[in-house]
């Protein structure tokens, strides 16, 4: 199921900028992960924050959760024209339905 | 919008059958699906990709033999987890995208099957 809102629903920059994304939910959750997409394959796992963290990073990419707001942010730093892609939240509620709630994704664009 | 159904949506089995999922899109032709594998509270893990009309793209770590995916129609993928073992157990989940095309990119997610290997 896709639950979870992202904005913006597209980005383009140039490369070496910064790339924020933004993600919101609705429900209380366990963790939060950020996903990336290359033009057509499969999703692939780039972070998971938990519920009682408020920022995590991991190379270029630094993670923020507000709880209080249910909303989280994927930045992405000194952007490369490889980080084109499509970002995806994902949240995990948490309960015995292994399912995660998906956000729509952002689609980001480095142009070189 | 866009529905991608699974089925079975919970499997119990005995140790050394073989189970087959289906996945399916109901009112979009799929060229390409996916197969995702998830542990409990873990992330999602991409297992193969797969597109209508030939061989499945299998991850790195992924035994091709053990799980055998098979996409004969634009509307169907099939795996099949091979003499399962309880380290099989977990749930598996497809997603299907339209087509290849950027505008098509959107990738529709199934509700997941349960396995359970006895």
């Known amino acids: 199921s896709q639950q979870g809102e992202e904005d913006p629903q597209a980005l383009s920059i140039q490369e070496g900028e910064n790339a924020t994304m933004n993600c919101s939910y609705k429900?209380?959750?366990?963790?939060l992960q950020w996903y990336r997409q290359n033009s057509g394959r499969g999703l692939v796992h780039l972070i998971l924050?938990?519920?009682n963290e408020r920022e995590k990073h991991s190379g270029r990419l630094r993670v923020t959760l507000d709880t209080s707001k249910k909303s989280s942010s994927l930045l992405i730093t000194a952007s490369r024209a490889a980080d084109t892609a499509s970002y995806f939240c994902a949240t995990d509620p948490g309960d015995s339905n292994y399912q995660l709630i998906w956000g729509a994704g952002t689609k980001l664009i480095i142009k070189p | 919008g866009a529905v991608v159904s699974q089925h079975p949506s919970r499997v119990i089995c005995k140790s050394g059958t073989s189970v087959k999922i289906e996945c399916r899109s109901l009112d979009f032709q799929a060229t390409t699906m996916f197969w995702y594998r998830q542990f409990p509270k873990q992330s999602l893990m991409l297992m193969a990709t797969?597109?209508?009309?030939?061989?499945?793209?299998?991850e790195q770590g992924v035994e091709k033999d053990k799980f055998l995916i098979n996409h004969a129609s634009l509307t169907l993928s099939t795996l099949t987890v091979t003499s399962a073992h309880p380290e099989d157990s977990s749930f598996y989940i497809c997603?299907?995208?339209?087509?290849?095309?950027?505008?098509?990119?959107?990738?529709?997610f199934g509700p997941g099957t349960r396995l359970l290997v006895l």
């Open positions: 797969s597109n209508e009309g030939s061989k499945a793209t299998y």
């Open positions: 429900t209380s959750i366990n963790n």
């Open positions: 997603s299907a995208r339209a087509g290849r095309h950027d505008y098509q990119e959107t990738q529709y």
């Open positions: 924050i938990r519920s």
